[in-house]
């Protein structure tokens, strides 16, 4: 019974330093990737499966940690769901999340590109 404890507890311990050992390597990661460095990213990992949650500034961001944590050796899954997009500063326009609205999220953008330039397309005053 003691030995069947032991190798539990042993098996239990492994995973764990494992599951840190992932959940370090995948922070490594977020933080080296120029487009997720400095977002607001927290990991965590049970059993391989890895959790991200926090926010991030667009939805095309929140994509591509889960892709950075998926290319990490040893992860099993990717569980993004409390992995957030936060509210843009003024001035500027949120990202589009899929394909329908990317349209409409280009004709947004150029129209207030246009505005912002003017007539002459802001070479003169």
């Known amino acids: 019974m003691k030995m069947h404890s032991f190798n539990q507890y042993s098996h239990d311990l492994g995973i764990a330093v494992h599951d840190l050992w992932l959940t370090t390597k995948v922070k490594s990661a977020l933080e080296m990737a120029r487009p997720t460095r400095g977002q607001h990213i927290h990991v965590r990992t049970h059993a391989g499966v890895v959790a991200l949650s926090g926010q991030v500034e667009t939805h095309r961001l929140c ?25 843009v500063a003024p001035g500027h326009l949120p990202e589009a999340g899929n394909a329908e609205e990317s349209a409409d999220h280009e004709a947004e953008v150029a129209r207030r590109r246009e505005r912002i330039r003017g007539p002459h397309g802001g070479d003169t005053p």
């Open 63 to 87: 994509e591509q940690a889960v892709e950075l944590a998926r290319a990490v050796h040893g992860v099993r899954e990717v569980d993004a769901h409390e992995l957030e997009t936060w509210m």
